[in-house]
Structures are given as C-alpha cells and as structure tokens.
C-alpha cells in the first residue's frame, strides 16, 4: 500500500498483494483444519481419543480466531 501511495506501485500490484495475502490465510486455515481432523482421527482409530483429546482440540480451533 506505501508504495502505491508514493506512485511506485499501480493498483494491479495492491491488489494481486491483497490476493496473495488472503489466499495464504486461507491455506493455513485449510492446513490447521487439516491437521486437527488428521489428528482426530488417529486418536480415534488408535482408541485414545477421550476429553482431553477433544479439548486440546479446542484449543486449536480458539486459537485460529
């Protein structure tokens, strides 16, 4: 954005920045969702999967806000 308000940059590259900004958020959230569902399913097909499995689980998911 600085270089756009000093002319150095055209609008085209603030808003292929913003894209690429938004869709980098948007892969890690995809990874993390990935990763807490991958690691559900192991607790469960391992068996181990109780409430602390679940609330650290949680934790993952109040973390991402």
Known sequence: KLGHEVG???ML???DANQRYYE???RLVVA???YIF???????????LNEQVLQ???QWFSASR
């Open 38 to 48: 991958a690691t559900l399913q192991l607790a469960a097909s391992t068996g181990v």
């Open 32 to 34: 993390k969702y990935n």
């Open 24 to 26: 980098t958020r948007y």
């Open 13 to 15: 590259d603030v808003l």
């Open 8 to 10: 150095v940059s055209t």
């Open 56 to 58: 650290h689980a949680n």
